[in-house]
């Protein structure tokens, strides 16, 4: 069974820019979390997707978006990018009621300049 | 306020030693707690988990201990090897919620 993929694994932007980032979870996963890994941090939670709604929310500002589609794939949307938005975004994908167990993504590092 | 604290950020342990990595937190609502792996390039795997019920997980060479009253817990690994050098995650989840609250990370070094 294919895993987590997330594509691109690396992004350079400037601030300001907008980027959005995209997460194919394993197939028959329904739930989809986004991630930010920064040092120091370690891995600090985004918002969770499940049958293309957003079902959790971390304690990120509103520049910070996603969306799921029907087939359980799942983008996040940085708009107005800052330099401390620098980071390695992971996307995580479970069956429903499974997050104990999610798998993650290899992740995207992105660097704003 | 970090509610998981890996208070050691680093750490190195000579090949076939026990690797002991700490995690405390600070919400006494947790009542399930995962350790994660994270190799360079990859994405963080599951390791082991426990539960607040339990005091001790054991998995092969991995063992999870957890102290509710301390609101620590610690992974154990012997003998260790040097594929099990890695950032080592610890990770919370309260009752209530559906998400878990992640550790900086402890990055360990198995030395041959």
Avoid at chain 1, 56 to 68: A, D, I, L, T
Avoid at chain 1, 72 to 95: F, I, K
Avoid at chain 2, 93 to 99: A, H, K, L, M, T
Wanted: net charge positive; charged share 15%; with cysteine.
């Amino acid at each position: 069974k294919a895993g987590v993929t997330q594509t691109p694994r690396y992004l350079i932007k400037t601030r300001g820019q907008q980027v959005t980032l995209s997460c194919s979870p394993i197939s028959g996963h329904r739930s989809v979390s986004w991630y930010q890994q920064t040092p120091g941090q370690g891995l600090q939670f985004l918002f969770e997707y499940f049958s293309e709604t957003q079902r959790n929310k971390g304690n990120f500002p509103g520049r910070f978006s996603g969306r799921q589609f029907s087939n359980s794939r799942s983008e996040m949307n940085v708009s107005t990018l800052e330099l401390g938005d620098s980071a390695l975004y992971l996307c995580a994908s479970s069956l429903e009621g499974q997050q104990e167990t999610q798998y993650f993504g290899p992740g995207t590092r992105l660097l704003v300049l | 306020d970090q509610q998981v604290k890996q208070n050691s950020p680093s750490l190195s342990v000579q090949e076939g030693r026990i690797s002991i990595l700490n995690c405390d937190y600070t919400n006494s609502m947790f009542d399930y707690f995962l350790w994660y792996k994270k190799y360079p390039a990859e994405g963080p795997t599951f390791l082991i988990s426990i539960s607040s019920i339990k005091d001790k997980n054991e998995d092969g060479r991995f063992t999870v201990f957890l102290n509710k009253s301390a609101k620590h817990l610690s992974l154990h690994i012997v003998p260790s090897q040097p594929g099990d050098s890695a950032v080592y995650f610890c990770a919370a989840r309260d009752n209530y919620g559906q998400n878990f609250v992640f550790g900086p990370g402890t990055r360990l070094s198995v030395l041959p």
